[in-house]
């Protein structure tokens, strides 16, 4: 191992001083829960956004591999504005919360929202998941489904198998890569999300890129490696026909994301990643779901096209 397990508990301090020294900020003050993994005291980053009406309803919000909690802001907004309260972490090994040198499982991050949402004595929840977040949140309501009111996968990744056409990488391989990283190969692949890049997604970029200026960066850097890990490793789409929550699948039309798609043949590269045929697919195995493709969107709806996103999220959750 790269990094030894008392040195990769990274501070959220840290993090925090370089998203004020760019300006960017979490749209809500963060509170904090304490939660026990390998032995290892960590503090889960969350905001809890409570509605003037309450309607009686709450939300979970997950983001993705690349992002944080910070770019729910307008998410946050309408959904509280319309009697919803918010709940929106960032998972352990990402953003504010604490960085633990553990193993990253799907089920071991759903286990610490469930903690999370025990500490608040929320006992139902619609959960709404991006990307990464949407294999997470399928993994929530696969094992809580009790607690899940409804489910919205925003162009979720792990709809295919990665592990069927993306080469294996080793985590010394992934480490190293993960190292590497820069500023540019940061927003080269962000820019991958748009149809069409605008400077008001500059911002997402910087966020992602910030912890490059940690003297610990190594260990963020391995816990990056171990969460491409967790996608590769641990498909959630052989389960989908388990789901017995409300699903609503909110599909970008344009979105052609694929992790791990540097690794394919560039001439084999058109062959995966067609998030309207699978979601369709995904569609026919799921109970009770439905998808709702949005033209001319990528990979971000929440951030790309706002209104049709809050229209249709609004619609889906108000539905008896």
Same mark, same amino acid.
């Given at each position: 191992?790269?990094?030894?397990?008392?040195?990769?508990?990274?501070?959220? @301090?840290?993090? $925090? $001083?370089?998203?004020?020294?760019?300006?960017?900020?979490?749209?809500?003050?963060? !509170?904090? @829960?304490?939660?026990?993994?390998?032995?290892?005291?960590?503090?889960?980053?969350?905001?809890?956004?409570?509605?003037? &009406?309450? &309607?009686?309803?709450?939300? %979970?919000?997950?983001?993705?591999?690349?992002?944080?909690?910070?770019?729910? &802001?307008?998410?946050?907004?309408?959904?509280?504005?319309?009697?919803?309260?918010?709940?929106?972490?960032?998972?352990?090994?990402?953003?504010?919360?604490?960085?633990?040198?553990?193993?990253?499982?799907?089920?071991?991050?759903?286990?610490? &929202?469930?903690?999370?949402?025990?500490?608040?004595?929320?006992?139902?929840?619609?959960?709404?998941?991006?990307?990464?977040?949407?294999?997470?949140?399928?993994?929530?309501?696969?094992?809580?489904?009790?607690?899940?009111?409804?489910?919205?996968?925003?162009?979720?990744?792990g709809l295919e198998d990665y592990k069927k056409f993306v080469?294996?990488?080793?985590?010394?391989?992934?480490?190293?890569?993960?190292?590497?990283?820069t500023y540019a190969s940061y927003k080269k692949y962000q820019?991958?999300?748009?149809?069409?890049?605008?400077?008001?997604?500059?911002?997402?970029?910087?966020?992602?890129?910030?912890?490059?200026? !940690?003297?610990?960066?190594?260990?963020?850097?391995?816990?990056?490696?171990?969460?491409?890990?967790?996608?590769?490793?641990?498909?959630? %789409?052989?389960?989908? $026909?388990?789901?017995?929550?409300?699903?609503?699948?909110?599909?970008?039309?344009?979105?052609?994301?694929?992790?791990?798609?540097?690794? @394919?043949?560039?001439?084999?590269?058109?062959?995966?990643?067609?998030?309207?045929?699978?979601?369709?697919?995904?569609?026919?195995?799921?109970?009770? $779901?439905?998808?709702?493709?949005?033209?001319?969107?990528?990979?971000?709806?929440?951030?790309?096209?706002?209104?049709?996103?809050?229209?249709?999220?609004?619609?889906?959750?108000?539905?008896?």
């Open positions: 191992m790269y990094l030894k397990k008392s040195l990769i508990l990274v501070l959220f @301090i840290s993090f $925090s $001083s370089l998203l004020k020294s760019q300006n960017l900020k979490y749209p809500y003050p963060l !509170q904090f @829960i304490t939660i026990n993994i390998d032995g290892q005291k960590t503090k889960m980053a969350y905001m809890d956004v409570k509605p003037e &009406n309450h &309607n009686g309803e709450s939300v %979970l919000l997950f983001h993705g591999k690349n992002f944080t909690a910070i770019y729910w &802001n307008e998410v946050i907004d309408f959904l509280s504005k319309a009697g919803y309260r918010v709940i929106a972490p960032d998972q352990l090994g990402w953003g504010m919360s604490t960085k633990p040198n553990a193993k990253y499982t799907f089920e071991m991050l759903a286990e610490n &929202n469930k903690i999370l949402l025990d500490s608040l004595q929320i006992t139902r929840v619609n959960v709404l998941g991006h990307s990464m977040g949407g294999m997470l949140a399928t993994r929530f309501a696969l094992m809580y489904p009790g607690e899940t009111t409804k489910l919205i996968l925003e162009n979720p990744i080469p294996y990488k080793t985590m010394e391989q992934q480490y190293k890569k993960e190292l590497a990283a820019q991958t999300y748009y149809p069409v890049w605008k400077p008001q997604y500059e911002k997402y970029v910087t966020a992602q890129a910030a912890p490059l200026k !940690q003297k610990d960066f190594p260990s963020v850097a391995w816990i990056n490696a171990l969460t491409y890990q967790m996608i590769y490793e641990q498909p959630v %789409l052989y389960e989908f $026909s388990q789901l017995t929550v409300p699903t609503l699948l909110l599909i970008g039309a344009l979105d052609r994301t694929v992790v791990g798609k540097d690794m @394919i043949p560039a001439k084999k590269q058109k062959l995966y990643g067609n998030y309207p045929a699978l979601a369709a697919k995904a569609a026919k195995q799921i109970k009770n $779901s439905k998808v709702v493709l949005l033209p001319g969107v990528g990979h971000i709806p929440h951030v790309q096209s706002i209104a049709a996103f809050k229209k249709n999220v609004l619609s889906f959750l108000a539905v008896q």
